[in-house]
């Protein structure tokens, strides 16, 4: 998502020239690897990315690449409990990782002269985990209570209700962290299994980004990575999988401990490959409804004074993409606002966008972009997350698609697809009873 951007002049759009040239390639298992040479920065940022999120789960393993996640910091067969943590640290750097619906990323960031020695301890970590019986069982509670903690939480109950009622019984439409019921009936066995089923060569990127020592690429051409077996033996990798489908529908939820009504509502949009669609959808969502002059924020919070507050955001995904607002307000404001926002999304097929609309919202976008590319940790991020799924191309290549977006085009092709009538809407109520 492209959040809390600033708006600046207003200059030519154009690709930053200053972003970092991208060296890819891949190794003799398909595995790619990317490069970003930034020799003014401090920090190195090493990122391992993998076709692993939660859509690669089967039935029965809801949960599992999150849970794996987890055990992957437990050591490897060589690295003790929390002696990854301790070497990385005593390297000068910091480590993390986080899991998706498409893929799973883990990361280091350690002062570049530390790169190689870093870059050996991830990947041990991460391709030869112990996967321990005893680690096992210890953090599969630590899980259990993540996903208590989650269902404590109202807000995050609303928005997975959205997904849930937006696709169904597909991955995307279910949780990431899974349910107790799955985590409980799963096995140590069965993480290896799920480990060895998709962290192959064709399935795994390395990004670099920073200023990278000399003699990295011999090391990983030599590296546990250019170990992993091509592709997996296992000729149904893909089992229990679903046809994404998006539902239209409305739905009313009541939950309790809500402090204020909210309304959500969902589209779908294309999958990330189509990159200028994506664009035109990320310049409506800033038009209607970033910063005070946005349609949506004029009208609901500024003019009428109904909402607390209201957004939109793009999340994109790999199968499918998903534009989503949320309103915030009392609740016996929820009918009034409900209908004031199908005005307004109405009103976009009427009234065309004016010139400084436009130029507004395109900026916007542009600096979402240009401002994400300031670390090494966000370039190899980025450069990571676009060469896994193969797109390869300049990390500001999408800002060439801006400028196409004209007043006209975004009616005909995107505010058209922003209809009430089109989406799947939420509205969440709180609620004294029973849920």
Request: net charge neutral; glycine share 6%.
């Amino acid at each position: 998502m492209l959040r809390d951007r600033m708006e600046l002049c207003h200059a030519p759009l154009k690709s930053n020239t200053s972003e970092p040239n991208l060296q890819h390639w891949s190794l003799e298992n398909e595995a790619k690897c990317v490069i970003a040479q930034m020799p003014d920065v401090q920090l190195t940022c090493l990122d391992f990315w993998c076709k692993a999120g939660s859509s690669k789960e089967r039935h029965g393993e809801e949960g599992l690449a999150h849970f794996l996640e987890h055990m992957v910091f437990k050591g490897s067969n060589t690295l003790k409990p929390g002696e990854f943590d301790l070497k990385v640290e005593a390297l000068g750097g910091s480590s993390n990782a986080a899991t998706g619906f498409d893929d799973v990323h883990f990361y280091v960031l350690v002062p570049s002269k530390e790169a190689i020695p870093a870059l050996e301890l991830l990947l041990e970590l991460v391709l030869n985990p112990a996967i321990k019986e005893k680690e096992y069982f210890l953090e599969k509670e630590v899980v259990i209570e993540e996903i208590a903690q989650f269902k404590d939480q109202p807000e995050e109950r609303i928005f997975q209700k959205l997904l849930e009622n937006c696709w169904g019984k597909h991955q995307y439409g279910r949780p990431i962290l899974g349910f107790k019921t799955s985590l409980n009936k799963m096995s140590s066995q069965q993480m290896k299994l799920f480990h060895k089923r998709n962290y192959t060569g064709e399935n795994c990127c390395l990004s670099i980004a920073g200023n990278i020592p000399k003699g990295i690429e011999e090391f990983i051409s030599n590296s546990r990575l250019s170990k992993l077996p091509k592709k997996s033996n296992n000729e149904s990798s893909e089992g229990g999988r679903f046809i994404l489908n998006f539902n239209r529908r409305r739905d009313i939820y009541h939950i309790k401990r809500l402090e204020s009504a909210r309304i959500l509502m969902a589209w779908q949009m294309p999958g990330a490959k189509h990159q200028e669609i994506l664009m035109g959808a990320d310049i409506a969502t800033s038009l209607l409804s970033e910063g005070r002059r946005s349609r949506l924020v004029q009208h609901l919070v500024e003019d009428l004074q109904i909402v607390e507050s209201i957004e939109m955001d793009l999340t994109t995904l790999e199968q499918g993409s998903i534009v989503m607002l949320e309103a915030c307000c009392a609740e016996n404001k929820v009918a009034l606002a409900e209908k004031q926002i199908k005005y307004i999304l109405r009103e976009s097929m009427s009234k065309l966008a004016s010139s400084q609309e436009i130029s507004r919202a395109q900026r916007l976008v542009s600096n979402g972009l240009c401002f994400g590319l300031e670390a090494s940790s966000q370039v190899a991020g980025m450069a990571g997350a676009q060469a896994l799924w193969n797109r390869k191309q300049n990390l500001l290549a999408p800002i060439n698609f801006i400028n196409s977006w004209t007043a006209s085009r975004l009616q005909i092709e995107m505010f058209s697809k922003l209809q009430p009538e089109l989406s799947c809407t939420l509205i969440a109520k709180p609620s004294e009873g029973s849920e």
